[in-house]
């Protein structure tokens, strides 16, 4: 596996194998299994392909008042886990490196990005749309995986692929848990004892109301986010910051269920940590 820091470098390693198609797989790093499936899942649905997996903390993605300087690095333990994996390269830069001091270009995506997320991180979606694009233009990858788990994240990549005519393949990963549920995260780790022990409330809600939805039982959009609220709000550490049922590709919040695909989005803060998670259903009929 080979450990590249310069965009020059990627370049001529792309140069020395030519001819070969690549798999991105991008990431901030502190890798966990939800990073490392990613990786598997590349190597499953693309076995000819290199596979690139990116580590960089993009700072651009990064509000004022957020974790950029305390977000986990561990590189050695990232490197040594994207080998085991299967990872073909590693493309690991500077900050320096990605961005020239007076950058003044960017990516803004003005639909999708504004909401849930977007509302309480504002900026946060134009960072993740320069820096993928960037990482799309170095690597020119014909395939790219991203998890489920940041499910708006994935909705605005696939818009920035549509829109500017990116020729990449976006494969989505499922979310992978912990055994008692709770979506793997490297914020996970700022939890205290007994956050972590109140935050699987997150995934057993939304499974539950999923299942009420599915049953009939909760018979619009309103009840079932009442619900949720209920559940969630149950336990003592939670804050809740949104909770939303959108449509799966618009993520326009739904008025009712019928012929629609509707996922369930929560952002919930335990102490100072906000977690997000989402579970999806099937189509809804009528
Ligand atoms: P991050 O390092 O948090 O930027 O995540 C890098 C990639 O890993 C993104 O595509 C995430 O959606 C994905 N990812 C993070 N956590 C999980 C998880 N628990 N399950 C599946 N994919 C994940």
């Keep these: 596996m080979e450990v ?32 490392t499936s990613l990786i598997d899942l590349a190597r499953e649905t693309t076995p000819e392909n290199d596979i690139v997996a990116t580590i ?3 700072p651009t993605q990064f509000g004022p008042n957020e974790d950029f300087d305390s977000y986990p690095r561990q590189l050695e333990d990232d490197l040594a886990l994207c080998e085991t994996h299967g990872a073909s390269a590693v493309f690991t830069p500077a900050a320096g490196e990605m961005y020239e001091k007076d950058a003044s270009i960017s990516i803004h995506e003005s ?26 233009l170095l690597t ?8 489920e788990k940041d499910f708006q994240q994935l909705a605005v990549l696939r818009r920035l692929v549509r829109d500017l005519d990116f020729p990449i393949e976006i494969i989505p990963g499922p979310t992978v848990r912990d055994a008692d549920g709770l979506a793997m995260s490297s914020r996970n780790a700022y939890l205290s004892e007994e956050e972590r022990a109140h ?10 109301v ?3 939805i599915a049953e009939g039982r909760l018979e619009s959009p309103l009840e079932a986010v009442a619900e949720l609220t209920r559940e969630i709000e149950s336990a003592p550490p939670a804050r809740i910051d949104y909770l939303e049922i959108v449509d799966s590709i618009t993520l ?17 803060f335990f102490g100072q940590t906000r977690l997000i998670d989402n579970v999806g259903l099937p189509a809804l009929n009528a």
Excluded: Y
């Design 252 to 268: 326009e919040a739904l008025t009712d269920f019928k012929n629609t695909t509707p996922r369930l989005l929560a952002a919930v």
């Design 111 to 136: 639909a999708l990005s504004h909401r849930l997320c977007g509302a309480s991180r504002p900026g946060h979606f134009d960072g993740v749309c320069t820096v993928v694009a960037k990482l799309f």
């Design 56 to 58: 960089f903390v993009n």
């Design 4 to 35: 590249l820091q310069s965009k020059q470098d990627l370049r001529n390693w792309i140069r020395d194998r030519r001819g070969r198609e690549r798999t991105l797989v991008p990431t901030m790093g502190a890798l966990h299994r939800g990073h």
């Design 210 to 212: 999923a299942r009420g």
């Design 140 to 147: 020119q990858p014909s395939t790219a995986l991203f998890g």
């Design 199 to 208: 935050a699987p409330i997150i995934f057993a809600a939304l499974s539950r």
